[in-house]
């Protein structure tokens, strides 16, 4: 739904992979190669036709080119899905055989995680392919993104409070956290150590066992969409920003991680109705592409951090974009990106 605004704007290739001895069935689509190789995860899941992957392949792959340009890394857009239920079908040689088809782009494409795809996945996938990001620190990756997704999140909700009120501090806000996974939970850690006050929820009792033992001061809620809080921060599933649920939003920010948040383009609108601030989804959580990267370029380590914390500059040019030229800010990320790929193609230095 989002990221239809440019429609000259088509997928380069995309490749069918098919082994029938590991039962590997996978799509690779490659949306925009202008800014660099094209980098996007794998999603290995269930879905219920080829036709259903397929349109979810595009439709992220697209989303990837955009994420990552407004992010301002060097790297196209690209995704991939694993067609199947990885309880059942995943297996070492599925894996190694998948890698060995992203081995055989050349390049051209850069494999990552994605739902359903762990860093020891991304090992396994690594012994065919050089192509791969994400890998565990011990087989000389960068381990899994989650950490710094939430550190992106964090400064892009710092940045959204700065145009909001005034100032980027966050202590003495109020926060409702919704998902406490890989990224919601480290997201949590670090806005409670900014002194924030925090409630959050998750479905999932150990997810939620683990914030009450580790960070006591968090206060538990059935769930946060409608909680009486300053900022909402969805880090769980996407889809929850709806023309039902938008009603029901106390905060005065909204802004997390979580990927496609919006559950039709229209719902922007009735945000900014509400007097709202939206954060773009994926200019919030580019910390984990910002972080792979990094490992592409090999940047060290140690310096990834600052390298996320830029997404305090980018969110704040993005609402100053949407400010000055009255446009809502999902329009002004993806005219920020697309001036930067456009400028590429005509030989203009991007920036
Ligand atoms: P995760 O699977 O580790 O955690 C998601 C959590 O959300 C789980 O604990 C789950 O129980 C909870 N949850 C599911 N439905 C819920 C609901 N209705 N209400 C409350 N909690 C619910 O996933 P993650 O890696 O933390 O990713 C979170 C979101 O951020 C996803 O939308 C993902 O696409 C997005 N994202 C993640 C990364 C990354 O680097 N991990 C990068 C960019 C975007």
Redesign the pocket.
Known sequence: PVFGRFPDFPHEQVTFCQDPETGLRAIIAIHDSTLGPAVGGTRFHPYASEAEALTDVLRLSRGMTYKNAVAGLPCGGAKAVIIGDPDTIKSEALLETYGRFVQSLGGRYVTA???GISAADLDVIGRGTDHVLGRTTTAGGYG???P??AYGAFHALRAAAAVRWGTAELAGRTVGV????????ELVRLLVEAGATVTA????AP?RERVRRELPAVLLAE?VIDAPVDIYAP????A?LTSDSVPTIHAAVVC?????QLATPEVEQQLVERDILWVP?FVA?????TTGSAEYRRIPLEEVPAQVAKIFDTVTEVLDLARRQGILPGAAAEDLAHNRIQQARTGLKPG
Not at 178 to 185: H, I, P, S
Not at 235 to 238: E, H, K, R, S
């Open positions: 995680g994605d739902v899994d993104s989650g710094m997704t919704e998902g406490l996974g890989k990224v919601g939970y929820a998750d479905i999932s997810a769930r880090c769980a599933l996407g929850t997390g991680a979580a990927n496609n989804d959580s580019a910390g984990g592409v």
